[in-house]
């Protein structure tokens, strides 16, 4: 997504999905702090107050009418199980969605065996028919100073209810390692909503959040604009997952700084939200300027896997496994990129030398690498058609559970993703050593099994 920078108070346009034909009560309203349990069935209030922490039952259904602003200090607790439902609005400027603002906090407690699920409120459910999660925190980002501090973009500021702060970040790193609560285990279905070019809500948009936030087993899936976009904060996660999502499936900008491991991204050509725009695997900037300021973005990466395109092709409306620009930092290792037309696009003006691009397999159709050259054989790279043999990925463009038909998105025994070698030389503790380039060991997919949908 192009970034823009608003005034005052822009936060993201989120919305949850779901069936229509529950019933929809308006969830009561507080008037001084208290703890309120919310039964199944309520439409979720237009702000939860400061204090305030509202309780969504286990297994229970809630809708999103418009937008849900957790205030600073507030609380949101989502049990195990819960669906909440976002109801489709007339314009995205009114998109329904779900805030956590600066100092609140969410605690999404899903499992894998019964994880949460935002979706689409509408009886058939199509891209785009909500806005998404924006969760807000204090921590370091590049726009913050003394004077002036930025505000998350998809939200129409006119709309904001009174004393809502949709501000983010710090100028300081006295907060990098603050908490926004826990968000795991946890389906982002049918969301994304642009009020204009460069102004959207994403999947899950994350600003400014703190590395002390528990953020793993995360599907964003058939979303409009990014799936997850990081601006600046120092958040790490691990198990995240992108379903054939519209626009990038990493979107890193404003001086990010985290960690992640364990991660898949899959655009196929058929199904469900297969219309792609402009997409890349990961976009990363230090700011749309280009320019130096501090934090540098750089987002740690190890064992990831990007699959797009067919045996034959990338598909239209896609761009690059990564594209890092703008005077962006990066480390990148360990993984596995494929089915885009070019794979690691190292544009001008991104600074960090592309040794950090270390012990990985990176396909392109046309190219492997543009605007530079990445280390080999640490780096084995691949051109032309049918990259899943090339690299030997067993069934990466196939669908479904079948033990013998079915998404195989692991390496063959023999492939050099199991056989040539990793390298965690520094990286943080937060890393867990493998001997296997990728997202999965030979023969297993067993992290998204169970939680996650349509792959």
Known sequence: MKKIMFAAGALSLLAFGACKKEAQDT??????????????????????NTGDEYVLATNGTYFLDGKTYVDAQGKITINAGVTIRGKKKATPAEASALVITRGATIAALGDSLNPITFTSAEATPAV?????????????????TATSEPVIEGINLPSLPAGIDVHYGSATDANNTESSGT?????????????????????????????????HHVEAAYGQDDAFEFFGGTVN?????????????????????GQLQFILGVR??????????????????????????????????????????????ALAGTLNGARLRRNTSYIIKNSVLFGYNNGVALEGGSAASSANIDYNLIHGYTTAVSGGTLAVPNNLLYTGINPATQLGIVRPYAVGTNPITGFAPWPSATSAAATAGTSFAGLSSFFSGTTYRGAFAVGSKNWITTWTVGL
């Not at 969830?27 to 939860?48: D, F």
């Not at 996660?237 to 700084?257: C, E, K, P």
């Not at 990961?282 to 973005?297: C, F, K, R, V, W």
């Open 128 to 144: 785009g028919d909500w806005g998404g999660v924006v969760i807000l925190g204090g921590a370091r980002t590049n726009q913050n």
């Open 237 to 257: 996660a691990r198990y995240l997952v992108s379903l054939n999502t519209n626009d990038d499936i990493f979107d890193f900008d404003f001086g990010y700084n």
């Open 27 to 48: 969830a009561p309203k507080s008037v001084n702090a208290a703890v309120i349990n919310l039964p199944s069935g309520s439409t979720l209030p237009n702000v939860i």
């Open 183 to 215: 968000f795991k285990f946890v389906r982002i279905l049918y969301a994304g909503a642009a009020i204009s070019d460069g102004n959207e809500l994403n999947s899950l948009t994350l600003g400014g959040v703190g590395s002390g936030t528990e953020l």
């Open 268 to 313: 196929r050509d058929t199904g469900v939200g297969a219309s792609y725009a402009d997409a890349n695997g990961i976009e990363s900037d230090n700011n749309a300027a280009g320019d130096g300021l501090s934090p540098q973005t750089q987002a740690k990466i190890s064992n990831m896997t990007l699959i797009s395109g067919t045996s034959a092709a």
